[in-house]
């Protein structure tokens, strides 16, 4: 089929150019304003004229000054976002267990995936002003689980830790981008590759090449799961939407990744 049907990037048909290519469709369009990584932010209306006038010609404003944002500190205070070091802090405290080494990231290698640390609540009868805690989110893909750590960041304690199975919560950038590695090096990828080459004229070999986003996969909302995805829910298993960087879209929406197992799944 590739042989016969040839891509016409430039056609538009129902306000998007569709192109395809084995397994895999590129939309050779950019969307309006950008939709990608790398590209500069959406125009914004200027207006002209002397106050009271509208619409009359008048000099070009001058270039707006941003005021300088404060220093962040090495700790917040009540409920404050939780700074740079105070993240640090947390997720080194989190990852204290011995138990730690044992467990496994997205990329299969030690130690879980990093998944969030977030500023706890207070806990009831603290006031705002009390003790700052951060909750530190990891998933271990050796086992399957979500670990969620309460650590005190006065204190240094971990004051709860939880592990939970059947648990997915949204994907994390590292976990996309080690999907998105896997679908290149799978055959399932060979449609991929050949679509970025017609709309680049360059060969795909690397994430960093694309944007890319998505998010869990999620059997429930399914109509035909096939089988090799039917743990997807115990397993953590993303589907991915990617383009070329300031360039055309790439339909990877047709492949599911199942982190746990490494494998990619064609489905619809």
């Known amino acids: 089929m590739y ?4 891509r016409h990037l430039g056609k538009v048909v129902a306000g998007a ?3 395809v290519t084995g397994t895999a469709v590129a939309v050779a369009v950019t969307l309006p304003g950008s939709a ?8 914004t209306a200027a207006a ?23 220093p962040e500190g090495a700790k917040g205070v009540g409920t404050d976002p939780l700074t740079d070091d ?18 496994r990231n997205a990329e299969g290698g030690r130690g879980p995936q990093r998944l969030g640390t977030e500023l706890a609540d207070p806990e009831p009868g603290e006031s705002a002003g009390g003790p700052r805690r951060a909750r530190v989110r990891f998933y271990d893909y050796g086992r399957d689980e979500l670990i969620t750590r309460t650590v005190d960041l006065d204190t240094g304690k971990v004051e709860a830790s939880g592990a ?14 080690a999907a998105l590695r896997l679908i290149l090096d799978s055959p399932l990828g060979k449609g ?9 004229g360059k060969e795909l070999t690397t994430p960093d090449q694309l944007w890319f986003n998505g998010d869990v996969y999620r059997t429930y909302r399914e109509k035909n799961v096939p089988e090799p995805l039917a743990k997807c829910g115990e397993h953590r298993c993303l589907r991915l939407v ?7 879209w790439i339909d990877t929406r047709g492949l599911v990744v199942d982190l746990s197992a490494r494998t990619v799944t064609r489905v619809g």
Do not use: F, W
């Open 242 to 248: 990617t383009k070329v960087l300031n360039g055309a």
């Open 17 to 19: 150019a569709m192109a």
């Open 48 to 70: 002209t004229g002397t106050p009271g006038k509208a619409g009359t010609d008048g000099p070009a404003p001058g270039p707006a000054a941003l005021a300088a944002a404060p």
């Open 192 to 200: 991929v590759k050949e679509d970025y080459q017609d709309a680049t």
């Open 36 to 43: 990608g990584a790398d590209e500069g932010p959406r125009g």
């Open 3 to 6: 042989e016969i049907v040839r």
């Open 86 to 103: 105070e993240l640090k802090r947390a997720e080194a405290l989190a990852l204290t267990p011995p138990t730690a080494s044992a467990q």
């Open 164 to 177: 939970q199975r059947g648990v997915q919560p949204s994907a994390h950038p590292e976990e996309l981008r």
